[in-house]
């Protein structure tokens, strides 16, 4: 099997042919793993497995999850009729270069910092008018303040954007080249409460920041007229 990788730059078009020998065994016990679908008693049992941000867990013939964060004591857990194709590895090098969580927690501690800010802001209270009557207030909150709750939000939520949008196309890719190359054998998908929780989590950021934005400039209106 002959496979073409192509790499495009602003000078010139490198292209490198690599003739690649796949063993027999291999096609063997992938035709095998896929034939055992559609028979009663199978030396190949079904095992699946999940990848998160900090570990991988792999689940036992229907059984439960073991899980751990590191691949090689996971693959020595497992009995080799277990993972034939060495799924672990795979889901272990899908987890090193595409899952990359630390946006996120940047992200988390920008908006905890914002909400901290929001705290701070002046609530209701009661004050003696010139006539001395008893009337409740609530002062502006100060510009600076809140600018600076705005760019923490606002860049929180470019943070949150590019991780959620990143890892979701990524793992689409992944997951469509995994299943493809296991020629029947291998079925992956992408996470749903996964991908749910991400764009959920920037769909309430993106409503935060738009609110603050908007206080500012109703703030900043406010107080134009009444100085005019």
């Not at 796949?22 to 055992?36: F, G, Q, Y």
């Not at 946006?103 to 209701?124: D, E, K, R, S, Y």
């Not at 990524?170 to 080249?177: C, F, H, K």
């Not at 296991?182 to 989590?201: C, D, E, H, P, Y």
Request: hydrophobic letters at 50%.
């Amino acid at each position: 099997m002959f496979i073409l990788f192509a790499s495009n730059t602003t000078i010139l078009l490198n292209i490198l042919i690599l003739r690649t020998l796949i063993p027999h065994r291999v096609n063997r016990t992938i035709r095998s793993i896929r034939n055992s679908r559609h028979r009663k008693y199978s030396p190949w049992r079904a095992a699946g497995g999940r990848v998160g941000y900090f570990g991988i867990c792999v689940q036992r013939g229907g059984g439960s999850f073991i899980c751990n964060a590191n691949a090689t004591a996971l693959a020595g857990i497992l009995p080799a009729e277990d993972d034939p194709l060495n799924l672990v590895w795979v889901a272990s090098t899908f987890k090193d270069a595409v899952v990359f969580p630390y946006l996120i927690i940047v992200a988390v501690i920008f908006a905890f910092v914002c909400f901290l800010i929001l705290g701070t802001f002046p609530g209701w209270h009661e004050e003696t008018s010139p006539d001395g009557s008893e009337q409740e207030v609530r002062p502006f909150p100060s510009r600076p303040v809140s600018q600076v709750a705005l760019s923490l939000i606002f860049v929180a939520s470019v943070f949150i954007l590019v991780s959620v949008l990143w890892q979701h196309t990524a793992s689409v890719a992944a997951s469509t080249v995994a299943q493809d190359l296991g020629n029947g054998s291998v079925k992956s998908g992408v996470g749903t409460s996964a991908m749910i929780l991400g764009w959920f989590g920037f769909g309430l950021l993106v409503v935060v920041t738009i609110g603050l934005l908007a206080m500012i400039l109703s703030i900043s209106l406010l107080t134009r007229l009444t100085d005019d």
